[in-house]
Every structure is written in structure tokens, then in C-alpha cells.
């Protein structure tokens, strides 16, 4: 089954203590991306890859890492966690971005709080 | 920079009627024109896209219309359901670049 598999579902911790949140697909897809939710505001981008060793930032990249080793998985980094990145959080992956059909699927989420 | 406008920020519909959802776009290099429906506890997920060489593509209660020298374009969904409330997200794309996602309608439909 094609899908993207986000780790872990909800998480709980405290400010500063550093975190990775797992990102993973299955269907060889060259970019990856990862996205904050928060009311009112949306999906705004945080970083993104267009293949492996490739990373830019989005519209939101203060506070977090990213890297990509490998094609299949993208994880993201909170070095030094605060407060205000509590948050929900989704990892996509797509084709290359060409336009036409280009369709991104989403994991399930992970729920950061940050206290 | 913001490039997506999407409104409203929420909608409340009775069962069977219409709802409308509107995005307006400032890129013109956008050459794709999704929609993304997402329920509680989901991530996103493509509901309907539209090329920029058509004005109008319907799939079910789905239709998205395009006004490609407004930069606009919309979701419609006739006869809607209470399953189909959901946050519902414009996403279009600039070939070789990103996603673009509007700032999401909340949409709840009321039996």
C-alpha cells in the first residue's frame, strides 16, 4: 500500500530537549516536504527536498532541522524546542513538482506539545 | 509572501445545499490547480485538480471552476452532504518549485 508514515503520532516534551519526528515513504517519490497546522493559518511549508541532499526552506524554518540520507525518508529536527512550535505537524511526498498531476500525500500527523 | 487567498475561513451549510469555496492566486507561472480535503484527525488528501487549458471540471458533486484572468479559482460542491464537512485546502503548484496551500475553509454541513 502506497503511503507515508509519520513517528510518532502525538508526542509530549519539554522546552529544549531536542526531537526528531520520523518521516518515511514507500512510493520512491523524489520530494518530500514537511508542514505546520495551526488554526487559522493553515499548511505553511517548513523545509522540502527534491531529492536526496537536496533541502531549502519554506515559509517557516526558524526552530528545525531537516536532512535527507536517503530517498525514502525526510525527518525533521527540533534541536532546542520551544513553546510556540507546538503544533500539528504533516510530512508529504510527491513526484518531482511538474505541475500537471502532480498529487502529494500526506502522513497522519504528528501532535507536538511543547510545555 | 502570501500567494494563495482562500475564503472563507469557515462555512456552514444546510444539507443539500451548495457550498463555495474561492482561491485567488497572484503567480501566474501556477500551472496546476488542486483542491485538498481534509478530515479530523487525517492528513490532507487530493480531492479534484484542474489543468489551466479548461474552465470548468466536475467529478460527482465536485466542480471546480477557473477564471484564469481573475487568477481565481473555486470549489463547488452541490448537494452537500454532512459527510463531507471537512477543512478543505487550494494547493496550486509552480512546475519544478512547491506547493502552495491556502490558508484552509472549515466546513461543516448541518443535517
Known amino acids: 500500500e502506497a503511503q507515508v508514515t509519520q513517528n510518532p503520532r502525538y508526542l509530549i516534551t519539554v522546552t529544549g530537549k531536542k526531537l526528531t519526528v520520523t518521516c518515511s515513504q514507500n512510493m520512491n517519490h523524489e520530494y518530500m516536504s514537511w508542514y505546520r497546522q495551526d488554526p487559522g493559518l493553515g499548511l505553511r511549508q517548513i523545509y522540502y527536498?527534491?531529492?536526496?541532499?537536496?533541502?531549502d526552506k519554506g515559509d517557516v524554518p526558524e526552530g528545525y532541522k531537516v536532512s535527507r540520507k536517503e530517498k525514502r525518508n525526510f525527518p525533521l529536527i527540533l534541536e532546542s524546542p520551544s513553546p510556540n512550535q507546538t503544533s500539528l505537524y504533516f510530512c508529504a511526498s510527491s513526484l518531482y513538482p511538474s505541475g500537471m498531476d502532480t498529487e502529494a500525500f500526506f502522513g497522519q500527523g504528528t501532535r507536538l506539545t511543547v510545555v | 509572501q502570501q500567494q494563495v487567498k482562500q475564503s472563507p475561513q469557515s462555512l456552514i451549510v444546510q444539507k443539500g445545499g451548495i457550498s463555495i469555496i474561492n482561491c485567488a492566486y497572484e503567480?501566474?507561472?501556477?500551472?496546476?490547480f488542486p483542491w485538498y480535503q481534509q478530515f479530523p484527525g487525517k492528513g490532507p488528501a487530493l480531492l479534484i485538480a484542474i489543468r489551466p487549458d479548461v474552465s470548468e471540471k466536475k467529478e460527482g458533486r465536485f466542480t471546480i471552476s477557473f477564471n484564469k484572468s481573475a487568477k481565481q479559482f473555486s470549489l463547488h460542491i452541490m448537494d452537500s452532504q454532512p459527510g463531507d464537512s471537512a477543512t478543505y485546502f487550494c494547493?496550486?503548484?509552480?512546475?519544478?518549485?512547491?506547493?502552495?496551500f491556502g490558508t484552509g475553509t472549515s466546513l461543516t454541513v448541518i443535517p
Open positions: 503567480n501566474t507561472a501556477f500551472d496546476y
Open positions: 494547493a496550486p503548484i509552480n512546475t519544478g518549485n512547491q506547493f502552495y
Open positions: 527536498s527534491m531529492n536526496v541532499e537536496v533541502t
